[in-house]
């Protein structure tokens, strides 16, 4: 897209390189870590009092030389086409003129949390172990009353009171930015909500598009959690079929070229679950250009895409093989978030992506908290939602991983945390995979490296189990489960994880996971496996 | 009830008085706060590791000679009753065996959790203001390997890896135990289930019983975030008549009997919604033989009761009058358990309540954690939806509030606490009170001193505003909140609270809370807000 001329940049010119012609467009230089201090001093200071309105909006450029998202009306469900804004909410506004005195809201006085500051223990930059932080972590307090003496943009008597439904404006504007860095979506009115985790935001996602009796698209193989919100939903998956790379755009729009309303009993489905980076159960990752196909695919069919992207800083090295060198890390943030493969929401000219992102698998998963990219429409009807339900993460959450995240490492210093878990989930992937060369039967047992996530996806030839021609490939998988599980060792059956479990499966999988147990632990897992695999197969 | 001769108690007899006939069964003391150590110990070591199953039938006694709870098949809507249970969930039931290693679930290992420990500094029992913090208060630490170093019975390990739809079973067994202090629910087979909150829980509970076109029962006037989490699933609510002590019974049973289908164009509703205590936003608590009443009405027409209770503990002292001395404050526990009305959840033979608590106005909103307690169904059912919505609430809130409640001011340091805020609470709203006594213009503004809550109901004699003849009581109110506000002073209008807001009201209200301003500024604003009365009413 070429900039329209005479457009102007409210938002500034920090970091903006003039073009040739005077009366042009400035295009800033995309936001990096290093920028978002002078970003933050030109906007000013941050209101985030308790339940302060906040938005996106506040903390990105108007950008005018970029599209506006298309509008979903045609999308939305009964549900999420009537909601309302809060009555008592809305006259929030009210607050803002100086000296007003409230008797009207419910809000307790933080004289009654019973917290007086909350100290964190934390790994410094670049010293990121167990054990590194042991020795040199540092120990960051949250006070109770740190706004109003000056101390920091964030605090427990805030934190702690009620908030809004797009989360804290101290949150809201790190994802913001954090977004930007490493997404830049390509359209102008994109912004950022807060979740309770992606599990709540798809459960939400599927209340805001579906009505019962319809089908959600998925890969052939799913996140079986995705299959269970949408079931009491009434609401069904259909998978496309997968390669290496996971979804096939092909088979995508094949799908809905010869979707028969008449035969499947339901409108043609609109709404595309994927999960492009370390995909769950297969571990397949997109690459750039399969994701652009997809994306084509999307606009013709006017989908609306949910990318979910737990794992999208689970990236990993390329892997080498056994005996090779390792691959050299990324030496820089640059060079580190282009290695990784680029999203469906930077590719996203239309607003019809609705991106996933989650601390649970980069923090923890006890933080419940993430956030969802997507239009302003999409997150204004997600956030009034959230007012009637979740309301906004835990404050305590809200409060440390800010702490941590804005105060403490800022956005360069988690790219560098994030770096950090790439070297290490290479290392978990390659014990794992180590173990499967040496002890599973190749003669049976065959898979891809996995790129990305924390999943490994095992195929095993089950036309060549002796009793293939007179058993299903059910009772296959559940004699090799339970001999696993006699074995001592816990695998999860493919068959936990068809989008569509009334669809009859011909092919054999196992997922093993290397995000948990200990090196030794996985090989001797990896090895009863192998026995149980010999055992069942009849192999020696 | 008598009990049933030759039942046996497995549970035990802590605390146990034997009757005459040795035969019969023994029935315990209901639980104290000193009864909780030694039950404890009898039932032996937490089963609390990482997401760990669990369930309040764990921590609580069989109680077979209470009845069992009815069930509610013909009122779950179509989604809760086809909820199943998680595949991936229902296999950690193989982790039990010994020397069995997990590649199967998705869990991230604690190593890359970027805490080591979290120090929180807070007030010791008895000592509970911010200043006796500062001085007294104590710094509580939650390490990461806690439970593994046999430090405490839960850390950060644990709390911020995936949980249960339960929650914790560390903060479950502390809530378990809370609601038999103070409820003992008189069937057997009530369960908790941690939530998200309140909201979250409501929203949650009219997707487990209505379907599009219900009417949900509430007070005439009702929080308005129940009413709006209502309307977008294309419900609405009808209003039952109040006095000065809430929603009154015989306009309950009233509703119901000539409740004309046709006319309606809907099915006969059977979900109450009530705040017992302090209602929003009228301030009043259903006495005890009104709350008995309620009931019975409930069981003639089959009702399943939503009881709402974020401020039970905020029961306060009886209001004595300008100068009169203040009542004494409750001398011991038991003191001031007898002196809070006793919930529905007390009285509930059929286990037809569905009890919401919250931490929000006791502890910090920020908790976004509260429970539910009702039947075993409706809490597996609960559960269920948990697990594929907002799974538990966060691990920092759960461990935090574990610390502080259980490990370090125990059951009896936290009533010690309610106890407390009783007593800040009662001073709040007896400066509100005096305020409205000297400031408010007697001819046309009246009210009920509110028994619990957080808010101040005042009733306007609209039919001696000049112009009452001629204008509609809205324009009266808009007129008055607008004169209030140009006088800086915010007040909430009664009609924003109106359960139906299609029902046009005759009679003026406003509400004003004591919760959240100093005392000088809550009595300023008293003053402008009788400022504002004698302009728009000409008073002067």
Known sequence: MSPPSRDILSYGSVGAHATSDISAVIIPDPLTCAGVLARRSKAGPLSGGVAAATSSDLFKPKAAWKPKAKKWDHRLSEESKSRTASTLKEAARYLATPGMISLGGGLPSSDYFPFEYIDVKVPTVGKFSEAETAESGKVVRIGKHDVQTGKAAFDLAISLNYGQGTGSAQLLRWLTEHTEIVHDPPYRDWQCVASVGSTSSLDMLYRMFLKRGDYVISEDYTFATAVETASPL???????????????????????????????????????????????????????????????????????????????????????????????????????????????????????????????????????????????????????????????????????????????????????????????????????????????????????????????????????????????????????????????????????????????????????????????????????????????????
């Open 234 to 540: 009434g609401c069904r998956m259909v998978g496309v079929k997968m390669d290496a790379e996971g979804l096939l755009p092909e088979s995508l729009d094949e799908l809905l070229m010869n979707w028969d309303e008449e035969a499947r009993g339901a409108r043609r489905p609109f709404l595309l679950y994927t999960v492009p980076s370390g995909q769950n159960p297969t571990g397949s990752t997109q690459g750039k250009k399969r994701r652009e196909d997809i994306y084509k695919v999307s606009q013709k069919h006017d989908l609306i895409i949910i990318e979910d992207e737990p794992y999208y800083f689970l990236q990993m090295q390329p892997y080498m093989g056994r005996d090779a060198p390792a691959a050299p890390l990324p030496k820089t943030h640059a060079e580190f978030l282009s290695s990784l493969v680029p999203s469906l929401l930077r590719m996203d000219v239309d607003g019809r992506v609705v991106r996933l992102d989650s601390f649970s698998k980069v923090l923890a998963p006890g933080c419940r908290m993430g956030w969802i990219t997507a239009s302003e429409q999409i997150c204004e009807r997600m956030s009034r939602h959230n007012e009637v339900s979740v309301q906004n993460p835990s404050g305590f959450s809200q409060v440390i991983i800010h702490k941590l995240l804005d105060e403490e490492w800022g956005h360069s210093g988690y790219l560098d945390w994030l770096i950090n878990l790439r070297m290490e989930y290479t290392q978990r992937r390659d014990v794992l995979l180590h173990a499967c060369e040496e002890y599973l039967p190749s003669e049976i047992a065959s898979w891809a490296p996995p790129a990305a996530g924390m999943f490994h996806w095992i195929k095993i030839a089950v036309e060549k189990h002796p009793e293939f021609l007179t058993r299903s490939v059910k009772s296959i998988e559940d004699e090799l489960f339970l001999t696993a599980v006699s074995e001592k060792v816990l695998v999860s059956p493919g068959s936990w994880f068809l989008a569509d479990k009334g669809v009859e499966h011909k092919e054999l999988f196992f997922r093993a996971t290397f995000a948990a147990a200990e090196s030794a632990a996985m090989t001797e897992a990896t090895k009863r496996f192998g026995v149980a695999l010999r055992k069942v197969f009849k192999l020696d």
